[in-house]
């Protein structure tokens, strides 16, 4: 089976966990409590590369404020369905001291990830760092820290769509899946 025949396969044994329209909605929500926190702060919005864009973009059409946007690109999964070492693969190239920063992305699993570009931000002399995630997966587990904006909560399942991938593929689904149980 290639690849490409394997997406298939996995999207067509999948269970549809948030619709296009109920992501949609979301987002708009989290982006009414993001201009009310910090719409008068000039915010330097990061996007947390590669599942972060969906989010991201969509987020940003409905900030009716100014801002700057950069990007960074940490992750713990690469190609894989568990968590690894943490790999830094670029950092923002707008500096962060004295900012208010706000990180954006796809999900909240473990929370390793997210803590460590917080922690990575206080130590560059931020003013204020906030966290905004598309998902937040409910897997019972004591997180090193809490979003301060979450769009919806996922089942402590393999999810995949709107910026989270399943081996590689599906990124790019405006609805969020969860691969079936065995």
Same mark, same amino acid.
């Given at each position: 089976?290639?690849?490409?025949? @394997?997406?298939?396969?996995?999207?067509?044994?999948?269970?549809?966990?948030?619709?296009?329209?109920? %992501?949609?909605?979301? %987002?708009?929500?989290?982006?009414?409590?993001?201009?009310?926190?910090?719409? @008068?702060?000039?915010?330097?919005?990061?996007?947390?590369?590669?599942?972060? %864009?969906?989010?991201?973009?969509?987020?940003?059409?409905?900030?009716?404020?100014?801002?700057?946007?950069?990007?960074?690109?940490?992750?713990?999964?690469?190609? @894989?369905?568990?968590?690894?070492?943490?790999?830094?693969?670029?950092?923002?190239?707008?500096?962060?001291?004295?900012?208010?920063?706000?990180?954006?992305?796809?999900?909240?699993?473990?929370?390793?990830?997210?803590?460590?570009?917080? @922690?990575?931000?206080?130590?560059?002399?931020?003013?204020?760092?906030?966290?905004?995630?598309?998902?937040?997966?409910?897997?019972?587990?004591?997180?090193?820290?809490?979003?301060?904006?979450?769009?919806?909560?996922?089942?402590?399942?393999?999810?995949?769509?709107?910026?989270?991938? %399943?081996?590689?593929?599906?990124?790019?689904?405006?609805?969020?899946?969860?691969?079936?149980?065995?």
């Amino acid at each position: 089976m290639t690849d490409f025949q @394997e997406a298939r396969a996995i999207l067509a044994g999948s269970e549809i966990i948030h619709s296009a329209e109920t %992501v949609s909605a979301a %987002v708009t929500r989290v982006a009414a409590q993001i201009t009310e926190k910090l719409g @008068e702060s000039n915010p330097l919005v990061l996007c947390v590369m590669s599942g972060g %864009v969906p989010f991201a973009g969509q987020l940003l059409m409905q900030l009716r404020f100014p801002l700057d946007f950069d990007y960074m690109h940490v992750t713990r999964y690469g190609q @894989e369905t568990s968590g690894g070492a943490l790999s830094w693969r670029a950092s923002p190239r707008t500096p962060v001291e004295g900012r208010t920063v706000l990180i954006v992305d796809d999900i909240l699993d473990e929370g390793f990830t997210l803590a460590a570009i917080v @922690e990575r931000m206080r130590e560059l002399g931020v003013a204020a760092c906030y966290t905004a995630v598309a998902t937040d997966k409910l897997n019972g587990k004591t997180k090193p820290l809490k979003a301060d904006f979450v769009a919806l909560t996922v089942p402590d399942r393999f999810v995949f769509g709107y910026g989270m991938d %399943v081996r590689g593929k599906w990124r790019n689904l405006p609805a969020i899946y969860a691969v079936k149980e065995s």
